[in-house]
């Protein structure tokens, strides 16, 4: 059984530069999400998919930011014209479907720690 | 979403059991009390979650207070590997946009050998 992975595990990239990252859930797992941690804070949401369709943006997603979930398997979180303040921890997480409970979980990946220099 | 308060650090040593609170005043009738940890250097783990009735599982077990105002996340043993930041999280997945995790400061355990 294989978990939520995420690469690249780590990105340095130049201010300006546009970035993406990759998100691959457990199969069969319909629900994804993508969070934002920066350093000694808790995660914050951006964004949740239930199979492709967005079906909630936080503020946080700003216009620099897109993700996309095509085929409701593995997602992409792009960033465009990176900012310093983009340095941060981004984690994706996964959840099955229904109301089982074992689908009240959220599953994490690794995240992939972008620093934008 | 409902906000929980929780210490911002706790010790502990090791093998000895440990309690985690959580305050929780507005919480809805609706809301499920969840627990998640994060280890160093990676992404959070789900622990346990409860409505109303103290929930046990291999990794914890939860106590909620009768007016479900404060809830108690214990670690009947604790070993080194439990030195983690703990979050408590109300969340209703009922509802739809309540999806989302919202996770606050939490409280970072340090467990002492």
């Known amino acids: 059984d294989t978990g939520v992975s995420q690469n690249p595990r780590h990105k340095i990239t130049k201010r300006g530069q546009n970035v993406t990252f990759r998100c691959d859930p457990i199969?069969?797992?319909?629900?994804l999400y993508w969070y934002r941690q920066t350093l000694g804070q808790g995660p914050e949401f951006l964004t949740y998919f239930q199979n492709e369709a967005q079906l909630e943006k936080s503020r946080l997603l700003s216009d620099r930011f897109s993700a996309e979930r095509p085929k409701g398997s593995f997602s992409t979180l792009e960033i465009q014209r990176t900012e310093q303040g983009d340095s941060a921890m981004y984690l994706c997480?996964?959840?099955?479907?229904?109301?089982?409970?074992?689908?009240?979980?959220?599953?994490f990946g690794p995240g992939t720690r972008l620093t934008v220099t | 979403d409902a906000k929980t308060t929780q210490p911002n650090s706790m010790e502990s040593n090791e093998e000895e059991p440990v309690h985690l609170p959580c305050n929780h005043s507005t919480i809805s009738g609706t809301d499920y009390i969840h627990w998640y940890r994060q280890l160093p250097s990676q992404g959070p783990e789900y622990v346990i979650h409860g409505l109303t009735s103290n929930v046990n599982n291999r990794m914890a077990s939860l106590a909620i207070a009768e007016d479900r105002k404060s809830s108690t996340l214990i670690l009947h043993r604790a070993t080194l590997r439990d030195a983690a930041v703990y979050y408590c999280i109300l969340r209703d997945v009922r509802i739809q946009g309540a999806q989302k995790l919202v996770f606050g400061q939490g409280t970072r355990l340090t467990i002492n050998p």
């Open positions: 997480a996964s959840s099955p479907p229904g109301l089982l409970r074992s689908s009240y979980e959220q599953y």
């Open positions: 199969s069969e797992h319909n629900r």
